[in-house]
Every structure is written in C-alpha cells, then in structure tokens.
C-alpha cells in the first residue's frame, strides 16, 4: 500500500521489499505484484517518475511536464535495477496526483492493469512560496501529460476493470480479483467480470 510519494523513501522502500520477497521464496521476480493507491493522495512528482521507471525499460519516455510559459520538458526512464512480473495497481476517487502519473504512465504502457474506481484528476504539480509573515503560497506551475499525450487533470484514469464502491472498500476481494486477472492474462483468456 502506497499513501503518498515521499522523495527519498518510497522508491528504496519498494525495492527493499520486493528483494525481501524475492529472497524468500528464492526465485526469480516476485509476482504478480499488486500496488494499493486507492488512498494515496500525491507527494513528489519525480519519485512518482522514478518508480514507474522501475518497471519500464531504461530510456522509455515516462511523460511530460508543460509548464505555464509553454516549455514542455521530457521525463525519460533511467536506467539501473528494473522489475519484470505482472502488476496491478488499486485505484478510486481518493488516487490523485502523482498517485495518478504512476499510475498513468504503467497504464499507458501497458505495464499495469488498473482496478477499482475512477481516479481524482489531478495531473499537475504545485510549488511552494514562504512568505514574509509565515504563510504559504501554493500555486499550479505545470501540467503532467502522459505518455498516450493526455493528461488527467479534471478527468481522473479510468481503471482497466471497474469496481463498485461496496468491492473497492474490500482489500481481500480486490487482491483476490487483481491475481485472476493476471492469471487469466499468462492463460491468454477473454477477461471475466468478478462474480
């Protein structure tokens, strides 16, 4: 479960995890690997960047960031570690911002399924002004597109495979529903709406 994009600590974090569970089942990837977001709310827009690009090959063009003056800068995968099994991403109303370009990128690739609710919209990055009595201005700088050349502001992600609010708030189910779906996809079945 992934709450918020920390700069620093939510890329190390996973990757300490998934090498956990590598070494205890003492196998190749670990997988299908299934990522909770349907709360997390934002944080650093770059470790959102950075993750995804654990997933994508090195130099896969992750996005882009337009800012207000119309200078639109590349994002790119870097290169280094990279993870191959199966993923699946939890999403509803409460998945925004860089939750989303996460989650967005995976989506555009094909990386990712996702599963659950429509995510918030909110496909842009703030930065942050101290002023001189303390206080702080919060303005919008850019805005994220995603690889497909779309952005999610003010329309969410619409998930691979949608849930109803009753099932999006039942981890068990959900988790259950994400390893058939990647079950079904190594089967090279037609997908089957959960019963």
Same mark, same amino acid.
């Given at each position: 479960?992934?709450?918020?994009?920390? !700069?620093?600590?939510? #890329?190390?974090? @996973?990757?300490?995890?998934?090498?956990?569970?590598?070494? +205890?089942?003492?196998?190749?990837? =670990?997988?299908?690997?299934?990522?909770? #977001?349907?709360?997390?709310?934002?944080?650093?827009?770059?470790?959102?960047?950075? #993750?995804?690009?654990?997933?994508?090959?090195?130099?896969?063009?992750?996005?882009? @960031?337009?800012?207000?003056?119309? =200078?639109?800068?590349?994002?790119?995968? +870097?290169?280094?570690? /990279?993870?191959?099994?199966?993923?699946?991403?939890? =999403?509803?109303?409460?998945?925004?911002?860089?939750? *989303?370009?996460?989650?967005?990128? @995976?989506?555009?690739?094909?990386?990712?399924?996702? @599963?659950?609710?429509?995510?918030?919209? /909110? %496909?842009?990055?703030?930065?942050?002004?101290?002023?001189?009595?303390?206080?702080?201005?919060?303005?919008?700088?850019?805005?994220?597109?995603?690889?497909?050349? /779309?952005? %999610?502001?003010?329309?969410?992600?619409?998930?691979?495979?949608?849930?109803? !609010?009753?099932? #999006?708030?039942?981890?068990?189910?959900?988790?259950?529903?994400?390893?058939?779906?990647? *079950?079904?996809?190594?089967?090279?079945?037609?997908?089957?709406?959960?019963?």
């Amino acid at each position: 479960r992934l709450r918020e994009f920390v !700069p620093g600590i939510t #890329l190390p974090a @996973l990757v300490a995890t998934l090498d956990f569970e590598r070494q +205890t089942h003492r196998q190749g990837d =670990v997988g299908p690997l299934v990522i909770d #977001l349907r709360d997390a709310t934002g944080g650093d827009l770059y470790e959102a960047f950075d #993750l995804a690009g654990l997933f994508l090959p090195a130099g896969t063009h992750l996005g882009s @960031l337009r800012a207000r003056e119309g =200078v639109v800068r590349e994002v790119r995968a +870097t290169g280094g570690r /990279k993870f191959a099994m199966p993923l699946v991403l939890l =999403v509803g109303p409460d998945t925004a911002s860089a939750a *989303e370009v996460f989650a967005g990128v @995976l989506q555009s690739h094909g990386r990712a399924r996702l @599963l659950g609710r429509q995510t918030y919209g /909110k %496909c842009s990055s703030q930065t942050d002004a101290r002023l001189s009595d303390g206080s702080v201005l919060r303005y919008t700088n850019r805005e994220v597109v995603l690889p497909d050349g /779309k952005s %999610c502001s003010n329309v969410g992600l619409m998930p691979d495979h949608e849930a109803t !609010p009753q099932l #999006l708030s039942d981890l068990s189910s959900l988790a259950a529903w994400a390893r058939d779906l990647v *079950e079904l996809d190594r089967d090279g079945a037609e997908d089957a709406p959960i019963q």
